[in-house]
């Protein structure tokens, strides 16, 4: 579980102190999968940042499992959206990255699933350069899965993608999630992306960035959720909230 406690990041800047995130406070389930929904400046990915380890500089209290954030010890992934992908090294090599800089044993029968599973097994000696933004994203998945993260953080990953492929890719996204049940944060400006991954949606302030509302998705996981009335219904509250602000 994540417990987070009257988190509240400043920075400073020449001319004054910028309060990016005010006092939020969540559980959030070990397994479970929640997306971040907000306006652009409102701290989601600032929130991304403390939970990943990367910003130490806040006050409050962040818990995983009842201890401290650690990613030396605590296996996060982390998906951004630029992919976070070495243009000098290989497919096969971006993708073990991971468990290389955890001196995890590679379990090659497990991460060979993942390739085939992601559709990027014959891809294994390329380079970034030589893929498509949609082949390239599929790397930083896999990197992802294959560390066996606790924690997996995603920030607007599928954002870069045409309409079409930003579908496959969320689908083969829950396909491979359902799988290992990861704890999953997911960062999106999407109200559709929002409703179709998020079991459960939070909802933003605009800045400073502050819980809005925690909403339980009744969509989530229904077959053919986008041609559904229930999906309309959603969407429709969704912005709604979004839009009251």
Not at 3 to 18: G, H, M, P, R, S
Not at 100 to 124: A, M, T
């Amino acid at each position: 579980m994540i417990a987070i406690k009257d988190l509240t990041v400043k920075y400073q800047t020449k001319n004054e102190e910028i309060l990016a995130l005010d006092r939020l406070n969540i559980n959030i389930g070990k397994g479970d999968i929640y997306t971040f929904i907000g306006p652009s400046g409102c701290g989601k990915s600032t929130f991304l940042y403390v939970l990943s380890g990367i910003l130490q500089d806040y006050s409050g209290s962040v818990l995983i499992d009842g201890q401290i954030i650690n990613p030396k010890s605590q296996r996060i992934g982390l998906i951004l959206q630029n992919y976070g992908l070495l243009p000098w090294k290989t497919v096969y090599q971006n993708a073990m990255l991971g468990v290389k800089i955890k001196n995890q044993p590679p379990v090659e029968e497990y991460s060979n699933y993942i390739f085939r599973k992601l559709g990027i097994d014959n891809l294994l000696n390329r380079y970034p350069k030589e893929l498509s933004g949609g082949q390239q994203q599929r790397v930083a998945l896999a990197r992802a899965f294959i560390l066996k993260p606790d924690l997996l953080l995603m920030d607007e990953p599928f954002s870069a993608l045409d309409a079409i492929s930003r579908e496959e890719m969320q689908e083969l996204f829950l396909n491979i999630w359902k799988e290992n049940n990861v704890t999953t944060i997911f960062i999106t400006h999407s109200v559709d992306e929002a409703l179709y991954l998020g079991r459960k949606i939070v909802v933003f302030s605009p800045s400073p960035g502050r819980i809005l509302k925690v909403i339980d998705n009744p969509c989530f996981q229904l077959d053919n959720l986008r041609y559904r009335d229930e999906y309309y219904d959603m969407s429709m509250k969704l912005r709604k909230i979004l839009d009251k602000g």
